[in-house]
T-cell receptor
Framework: AQSVAQPEDQVNVAEGNPLTVKCTYSVSGNPYLFWYVQYPNRGLQFLLKYITGDNLVKGSYGFEAEFNKSQTSFHLKKPSALVSDSALYFCAVRGNTGFQKLVFGTGTRLLVSP | IAGITQAPTSQILAAGRRMTLRCTQDMRHNAMYWYRQDLGLGLRLIHYSNTAGTTGKGEVPDGYSVSRANTDDFPLTLASAVPSQTSVYFC????????????FGEGSRLTVL
């Protein structure tokens, strides 16, 4: 069965500094990997995904993520954080064959201070 | 605007009562899902449907039922609510012909007393 681990409950970063939100996964076969963001009292919004191809994936709002197969990781990154990036971030994984359900991590709260 | 509509947005319910959370999508997606979100536990899948007329159990199905009579609607029913079902419930949909990106509704906050 697939699973996702987000080892940090919260990440604190100053505005303008780079940020990283960590994610590791477990899945049979090749993974489809996703990042979602949730703002207060809202539903989850899709940020980016890795399906195949380049290991560095670029997404919305200047975010990117790097797929590392040997480390089974898919860390979310941004070169320069904004206060408005403060939100809850979820990593998710599914297998790439047939109909498979998306499994989410427990989420990491990102707090960007001015 | 295309998307997913959930109702109600918030509800307080007495234990033992029956409650149906409604979910409608207008994107013609074939798959739909119900998740619950609880602090420290992330999102957990309750039930899903990969096409109209079929449903399946997720991670935490006990105490919940779903139906999928058509493509657009996917209601979630709590037959007899209990306090442990206090949560925020999210409906989502995806087009299984692509790579499985989910689109979420805005959530229904349910409190069972």
């Amino acid at each position: 069965a697939q699973s996702v681990a987000q080892p940090e409950d919260q990440v604190n970063v100053a505005e303008g500094n780079p940020l990283t939100v960590k994610c590791t996964y477990s899945v049979s076969g090749n993974p489809y990997l996703f990042w979602y963001v949730q703002y207060p009292n809202r539903g989850l919004q899709f940020l980016l995904k890795y399906i195949t191809g380049d290991n560095l994936v670029k997404g919305s709002y200047g975010f990117e993520a790097e797929f590392n197969k040997s480390q089974t990781s898919f860390h979310l990154k941004k070169p320069s954080a904004l206060v408005s990036d403060s939100a809850l971030y979820f990593c998710a994984v599914r297998g790439n064959t047939g109909f498979q359900k998306l499994v989410f991590g427990t989420g990491t709260r990102l707090l960007v201070s001015p | 605007i295309a998307g997913i509509t959930q109702a109600p947005t918030s509800q307080i319910l007495a234990a033992g009562r029956r409650m149906t959370l409604r979910c409608t999508q207008d994107m013609r997606h074939n798959a739909m899902y119900w998740y619950r979100q609880d602090l420290g536990l992330g999102l957990r899948l309750i039930h899903y449907s990969n096409t109209a007329g079929t449903t399946g159990k997720g991670e935490v199905p006990d105490g919940y039922s779903v139906s999928r009579a058509n493509t657009d609607d996917f209601p979630l029913t709590l037959a007899s609510a209990v306090p442990s079902q206090t949560s925020v419930y999210f409906c989502a949909s995806s087009n299984t012909a692509n790579t499985g990106e989910l689109f979420f509704g805005e959530g229904s906050r349910l409190t069972v007393l």
